[in-house]
């Protein structure tokens, strides 16, 4: 069975790491320097590689090499999603006492360390506080907001950023061209951003359109492949928007609704057009707060109609012509004998 792209193109040191040099640049300055925290937080969206660096803070903290199959006594991983009662933590306590194996130091990744119960993170405190000297934590998650202010005071904490468009645009161009996968420019840049910022999910999809695709990854495959409305149905969309030609956003919504298009999708489509053309479109900005309800309204198509015609003028010839015939209907009356 072949290896999943993204397992088989995760950097193996912090030095590979793309994205996040705020980060690993002060790690490396720290390692050099021999200052190893007793806690570490890495916190940030899913997917842009905080479980990597995790792995490879882990293994540099301890001069050990690192690959992705890489296992060592003295670097425990831990799921506090599925490991989360205080009695797990309890059970760590007492076997972070035990010396290391081998290792200069004995290294704890906590994965989606959130997940802990009260009881639990009361429980890791106490050990937080008072670390023996051999030991190391990494708690990782995404939800940094949710940890005990009296953990956050504890650690050394790192922000993770979503990773830019145009970093993942090159990656994904390294990575086909080493496995000779066929893939346009267009494709590339529809991939990062459906990607949204996600090393992981980027690889992923990638991984999966090599598949499908026969011959070349183009973009319009990635359109078919995932449900997309294309370019130029959110082009023309945004053009019938600002002329407030209301049958012209009717019959495009039909079609792209028959197509299988969901609505939630193609008014995200839409929102990043707008915030990609804001600067050479200001005027569309005001679409925004309307197409942010689509995804929370039990009828989206609707919700969809109404964020793109939300700037047109609704009052409508016939309308005007009744209004002005009940007028002189009224004047008539008047005048009779």
């Known amino acids: 069975m072949s290896q999943a792209l993204y397992r088989k193109y995760r950097s193996k040191k912090l030095s590979e790491i793309v994205g996040q040099a705020h980060i690993t640049r002060l790690l490396e300055r720290a390692l050099k320097r021999g200052a190893v925290a007793h806690a570490y937080l890495l916190t940030g969206p899913r997917g842009v590689g905080k479980t990597s660096i995790a792995r490879i803070l882990a293994h540099e903290i301890n001069n050990l090499p690192y690959t992705d199959e890489s296992t060592h ?58 670390p023996p000297e051999h030991v190391v934590f990494i708690l990782a998650t995404t939800d940094a907001d949710k940890l005990p202010a009296t953990i956050l005071s504890r650690v050394q904490r790192f922000n993770f950023r979503l990773i830019g468009e145009a970093d993942v645009v090159a990656h994904l161009r390294t990575i086909a061209e080493a496995e000779h996968i066929k893939i346009d420019d267009d494709a590339l840049r529809l991939i990062a951003e459906q990607g949204q910022g996600s090393f992981r999910d980027s690889i992923s999809l990638l991984d999966q359109l ?41 019959q495009q919504l039909g079609a792209m609704e028959h197509n299988g298009v969901p609505a939630p999708i193609a008014a995200e489509q839409i929102a990043r057009n707008i915030q990609r053309s804001a600067i050479s479109h200001p005027e569309r900005l005001a679409l925004l707060g309307p197409l942010a309800k689509v995804t929370r309204s039990p009828w989206p198509y609707t919700s969809l109609l109404v964020a793109l015609t939300s700037q047109a003028n609704i009052v409508t010839q016939p309308i005007a012509t009744a209004t002005a015939l009940s007028g002189n209907h009224t004047a008539k009356s008047t005048n009779s004998p």
């Open 73 to 130: 006594l003295d670097i425990i991983e831990i799921d506090a999603a599925s490991n989360n009662s205080v009695e797990d933590i309890r059970d760590l306590r007492d076997k972070v006492q035990i010396a290391p194996v081998s290792a200069p130091k004995k290294v704890y990744i906590i994965d989606e360390v959130h997940m802990l119960s009260k009881s639990a993170f009361n429980a890791l405190l106490k050990t937080l506080e008072e």
């Open 210 to 250: 090599q598949h499908v695709a026969d011959g070349a990854i183009t973009a319009q495959l990635i359109e078919e492949s995932l449900g997309l409305a294309s370019a130029q149905d959110v082009d023309t969309l945004l053009a019938a928007a600002a002329a407030g030609d209301i049958a012209a956003i009717v």
